[in-house]
C-alpha cells in the first residue's frame, strides 16, 4: 500500500467556486500532515500543516484531518485563477515526509 | 522573509561525472532535508540530516549519494558518478524542529541533467 494516496483529479472549478482535495494515507505514516502548493516547473511551497484531528483554517484554506479513517482534506474557498497549481499531500514527521503525487487543480475563469 | 537557497538552479553533466548540489538552509533551523523529482512524477525523500548526521535515508541513497555540512550555513548533496536516471529536480528543505513545528520549507531546486 503506498504511504500517502491522492486518488482525485486533475479538478477543474469555475472562479469564485470551492475546490476540494483528498488524501489517504497508511499505518506507516506518522501524524503529522502537510499540503504544499506546486506551480509547473517550480518548488513545493506549504500552504498549511495540520497534526490533530480536526480542521484548521488559514485564510480561504481548510485543512481537516480525520485520524481514525486515514483521511486528509483540503478545501479552496472563492478559487481564484491563481490557485491553479498542483497540490500535493505529504504525511511525515521530523526525518522524512511522504508525499502523495498530487491533485492538478485549474480555476475556470 | 528567510528562504532556503539553492545553486546552480540547472546542472549538466556526462554520465560518470560527479556533481555537488549546494543549499543554503534557512539560518535558525535545525533539520536539513534533500528530496528529487523526476520530471511527471511524485517528490521523493531521499536523506535527512540533524546535528552533522544522516537521521534518515531512503532506498534511493544508495553510496553514490553523500550529504556534507561543510561549514556554518551550507548543505551539499554529492552524487559520485552520475547515472542517466539521476536526471530530475533536486530539492533542498529545512525545518525549525521547535516545539513540534515540522514544517519544511523547500528551495527553488537544482535541476540536474544527466546526458
Known amino acids: 500500500q503506498k504511504e500517502v494516496e491522492q486518488n482525485s483529479g486533475p479538478l477543474s472549478v469555475p472562479e469564485g467556486a470551492i475546490a476540494s482535495l483528498n488524501c489517504t494515507y497508511s499505518?506507516?505514516?506518522?501524524?503529522?500532515f502537510f499540503w504544499y502548493r506546486q506551480y509547473s516547473g517550480k518548488s513545493p511551497e506549504l500552504i498549511m500543516s495540520?497534526?490533530?484531528?480536526g480542521d484548521k483554517e488559514d485564510g480561504r484554506f481548510t485543512a481537516q484531518l480525520n485520524k481514525a479513517s486515514q483521511y486528509v482534506s483540503l478545501l479552496i474557498r472563492d478559487s481564484q485563477p491563481s490557485d491553479s497549481a498542483t497540490y500535493l499531500c505529504?504525511?511525515?514527521?521530523?526525518?522524512?515526509?511522504?508525499f502523495g503525487a498530487g491533485t492538478t487543480v485549474t480555476v475556470r475563469a | 522573509e528567510p528562504e532556503v537557497t539553492q545553486t546552480p538552479s540547472h546542472q549538466v553533466t556526462q554520465m560518470g561525472q560527479e556533481v555537488i548540489l549546494r543549499c543554503v538552509p534557512i539560518?535558525?533551523?535545525?533539520?536539513f532535508y534533500w528530496y528529487r523529482q523526476i520530471l511527471g512524477q511524485k517528490v521523493e525523500f531521499l536523506v535527512s540530516?540533524?546535528?552533522?548526521?544522516?537521521?534518515?535515508k531512503s532506498e534511493i541513497f544508495d553510496d553514490q549519494f553523500s550529504v556534507e555540512r561543510p561549514d556554518g550555513s551550507n548543505f551539499t548533496l554529492k552524487i559520485r558518478s552520475t547515472k542517466l536516471e539521476d536526471s530530475a529536480m533536486y530539492f533542498c528543505a529545512s525545518s525549525p524542529f521547535l516545539g513540534g513545528d515540522y514544517e519544511q520549507y523547500f528551495g527553488p531546486g537544482t535541476r540536474l541533467t544527466v546526458t
Open positions: 495540520i497534526y490533530s484531528n
Open positions: 539560518s535558525n533551523h535545525l533539520y
Open positions: 499505518d506507516r505514516v506518522s501524524q503529522s
Open positions: 505529504a504525511g511525515g514527521d521530523d526525518y522524512k515526509l511522504s
Open positions: 540530516f540533524y546535528n552533522n548526521e544522516i537521521s534518515e
